[in-house]
Each structure stands twice: as C-alpha cells, then as structure tokens.
C-alpha cells in the first residue's frame, strides 16, 4: 500500500509562512506526479498544487498563485509546499497525493497521506 506522510502544518498568523513536507516511499514517488489539495470544514476537498514527475512542471489554483510554491527533492522522495503571505481563508487540512495520469492533473489521484493541519489566525 502506498504511504505517504505529510508534516509541517501548525498554527501561524496571517501574513505568516509554512512549509508542508509529504514523504512518499520511492517506488510511489518515482512514477507519480505529486500535488496537494486542501479541505475546509464544510466544504469540498480541493486543488491546491501539483508537480510533474518528470519534467516538474507546476500548476497551480489560482487563489495560492504567487503565494505558495511546490517544490520536489527526488534524493528524499519528499514534496514541499512553501506557504506564505498566509489568509485566515487558507486555513484547511492539506493533503499530500500521487497520481499517474497521463497529463498533469488537477483531479485524477491515487494515493492520498492522512492530512495535516493548517490554521491561519487573523
């Protein structure tokens, strides 16, 4: 079973930065793009931002567009999300997952880590 283990989230002002990391084991990490989504309470889980397996090219939502960025270290089979100039509405429970799609994608994900926390006060 894939395993990936996110880490990282916690409690930081508005206007303040984070750093999420997602191991994933090097088989998984290897053949899959990586992306994170995010779910408030009450609502949907949703796209956050992706990266390609190969080529790492990045996609991003536009509401964290030029405030978070993906990165990936393949010698740690670790993806990062750098977060700053957080909003109280970034706040959710992100989740780190792998995909295969031929293209990269904002849906189509297989593997998903059991989430971390992400509270932003105002």
């Known amino acids: 079973q894939a395993q990936l283990i996110e880490s990282g989230g916690g409690l930081v002002q508005a206007g303040g930065s984070l750093r999420l990391s997602c191991v994933a084991s090097?088989?998984?990490?290897?053949?899959?793009?990586m992306a994170w989504f995010r779910q408030s309470p009450g609502k949907e889980r949703e796209f956050v931002a992706a990266i390609q397996r190969g080529a790492s090219t990045t996609d991003y939502a536009d509401s964290v567009k030029g405030r978070f960025t993906i990165s990936k270290d393949n010698a740690k089979n670790t993806v990062y999300l750098q977060m700053n100039s957080l909003k109280p509405e970034d706040t959710a429970i992100y989740y780190c997952?792998?995909?295969?799609?031929?293209?990269?994608?904002?849906?189509?994900?297989?593997?998903w880590g059991q989430g971390t926390q992400v509270t932003v006060s105002s």
């Open positions: 090097g088989r998984i990490f290897s053949s899959s793009d």
């Open positions: 997952a792998a995909g295969r799609s031929p293209v990269l994608s904002r849906k189509y994900y297989n593997d």
